[in-house]
């Protein structure tokens, strides 16, 4: 018997070589394919953190830029010597004593003569700054020869008027009346009636706000719903007579406040959906007034065709308007939701109609210290708090971590301490920085009684904070210098301290200063460690060295980003476009110096 025998194939060979050619063609294909996903994925990658970029300073520079302009108004003050140097002594100390309040605001209600109340004055006067009178006492000071007649003065004006003019209290809308009217006053209330339908949009939005009071009338009363239910709950659990004696008393109080609810939105649903007819305005709904015969009328309630309210400026007269000879004035914004009430709206827009209101450059914003006034807040203070501080935070960590990162990389022996102190330098990279100002607070304030909110302890407390980054990036740079300079400089007959201080420190100094720029901004940016020490205080003086009372730019956006008034909001986005500016130049630094002083081996 003979064993069988399988005859060659010769075509086998090739159907391999052939599957197996395609199969490297489809692995190919694969691995291109994840190849060309993965460089989408890093482009998808790089593409949203730069439109996150772009999003952030847009967002910071459409909030921040206005603050760089500040909102001035035009009085006819009269600088009557009598009143500011009765003795004509020229004394400046007699010249700082006049009543130079009394002055401005006498200018002020002079533009409005027709103004009258005490609440309506108050209103009027808080227009202006409160530093109004002081800006004008330094300008008489500053030139005295301005005593002596009626000036033309420009002067701040509050934050609150500051952001109404910049537009970002509310949208104000100017429109030509097309029919013409006729006026009617009966007790001080005027009817302004058109020929055409020229109050239809005021009555729109007048029945859309009464829409939105339907809704919010049936949330309330789905709320009180609610309310039953707990207390039905209540009795439900069998409790004293005296405790469920209270519990059906809030029960019948509740279910009346529910029907009260329910009608009141079935009235404002039926007024809302009715169409035409007149209603009442109130100051939930958009402002709407009539600007006529030289006045202004303030809308109380509206129809199509008419408007009836209560007149803010005086009417020159009662006669008919031809159309186009009078306007309608709105105000987007409702009154209860904005500071700027509606006389205060209409004096303004008056003053802004004649020419006497204008933004100039605010010279404030970069020459005063902090203030509890918007419009009389600056960042010098802590610009200069800034500059303290960082001026200790170099003297003390650049010798200090270019001298560690020396010894440790050219001259320390190489053994467990060593090793431990290296592991140590490069945890505390790691820290967060509000450690550093708890131990800045336990140590320099509480132990060595150093003064409280100085830059002096800023600046200790940001070196403990910048040292690991310098003296990493010092000991990288000593590095990346070749070991034949200091071969060659040994071979030369130098000692090691020469052939370091000679020869590879200037070659590592590059790469040093470099480190030292970028821990100097990430130190300028800080907020935290600074927080812990007291530098969060309000201060108002410029600080004149480095143990004098101080904050710091950071801190002092924290401390304008927790204020309540809108116009500190452009300020503090106004304030992170400097410091952001600070920042962006001192890395442009390091990456010029970088590029000017390095050598390439």
Do not use: C
Not at 232 to 242: D, F, G, R, V, Y
């Amino acid at each position: 018997m003979t064993d069988a025998t399988v005859p060659n194939d010769p075509a086998a060979p090739v159907r391999d070589a052939e599957g197996i050619a395609a199969a490297v063609q489809k692995s190919l294909k694969k691995r291109y394919a994840r190849e060309t996903r993965f460089k989408l994925y890093g482009v998808a990658a790089i593409g949203f953190a730069l439109a996150v970029l772009v999003l952030l300073f847009f967002t910071i520079i459409s909030n921040g830029y206005t603050a760089f302009v500040q909102t001035k108004v035009q009085l006819p003050i009269d600088l009557a010597q009598s009143e500011i140097d009765p003795d004509g002594s020229g004394d400046p100390e007699v010249i700082g004593k006049a009543n130079y309040r009394s002055l401005v605001f006498n200018a002020m209600r002079g533009e409005f003569p027709s103004v009258s109340g005490r609440t309506n004055r108050r209103a009027l006067t808080g227009l202006l700054s409160s530093g109004a009178d002081f800006e004008l006492r330094e300008a008489v000071l500053a030139d005295p020869s301005l005593i002596g007649g009626v000036r033309q003065v420009w002067l701040t004006m509050s934050d609150d008027a500051d952001v109404f003019i910049k537009g970002r209290s509310t949208d104000v809308d100017l429109a030509d009346g097309r029919g013409r009217v006729s006026l009617f006053d009966e007790s001080g209330v005027v009817t302004v009636t058109s020929g055409e339908d020229d109050f239809a949009q005021a009555l729109t939005d007048v029945k859309d706000a009464l829409a939105e009071q339907a809704v919010r009338a049936e949330n309330e009363a789905a709320r009180r719903q609610g309310s039953i239910a707990l207390f039905t709950a209540a009795l439900n659990e069998n409790p004293s007579e005296e405790k469920a004696a209270e519990l059906r008393e809030d029960l019948e109080r509740t279910r009346a406040e529910i029907i009260d609810f329910e009608a009141r939105a079935a009235d404002l649903r039926d007024r809302a959906a009715a169409a035409g007819g007149e209603e009442a305005m109130d100051s939930s709904m958009p402002s709407y007034f009539a600007v006529v015969n030289g006045g202004v009328v303030k809308a109380t309630s509206v129809s199509a065709n008419s408007l009836t309210g209560e007149v803010i400026l005086p009417l020159d007269s009662l006669d008919p308007a031809a159309a186009g000879d009078w306007r309608v004035l709105s105000l987007e914004t409702p009154e209860e939701s904005r500071r700027v009430k509606d006389n205060q709206a209409v004096w303004l827009w008056t003053l802004q109609q004649e020419g006497k209101v204008e933004t100039k450059f605010n010279t404030t914003f970069f020459t005063a210290g902090d203030s509890r006034e918007p419009e009389q807040a600056g960042i010098w203070g802590a610009a200069v708090g800034s500059f303290w501080t960082l001026l200790v935070t170099l003297l003390l960590s650049f010798p200090i971590g270019v001298m560690a990162a020396v010894y440790l990389e050219e001259f320390a022996p190489k053994n467990r301490w060593t090793d431990l102190v290296e592991v140590n330098i490069n945890n505390l990279a790691a820290v967060p920085s509000i450690v550093f100002g708890l131990l800045g607070l336990a140590m320099f304030l509480n132990v060595f009684g150093l003064p409280r909110s100085a830059p002096l302890v800023g600046g200790m407390v940001l070196t403990l904070m910048t040292l690991p980054t310098i003296i990493i990036a010092s000991r990288a740079a000593l590095k990346s210098v070749p070991p034949s300079i200091r071969e060659a400089a040994l071979g030369m007959g130098a000692s090691r301290l020469q052939a370091m201080t000679h020869h590879v420190l200037p070659l590592a100094l590059p790469g040093m200063l470099t480190g030292t720029i970028i821990g100097m901004a990430q130190a300028l940016g800080e907020t935290a460690p600074l927080l812990m020490i007291g530098m969060v205080a309000f201060i108002v003086d410029i600080p004149g060295g480095m143990t004098d009372p101080a904050t710091v730019l950071p801190v002092q956006i924290f401390l304008w980003a927790d204020a309540p008034e809108r116009a500190f909001v452009e300020r503090t986005s106004a304030a992170i476009m400097v410091l952001l500016g600070f920042l962006i130049l001192m890395n442009l630094t390091a990456v010029l110096l970088r590029k000017k002083f390095e050598t390439r081996w």
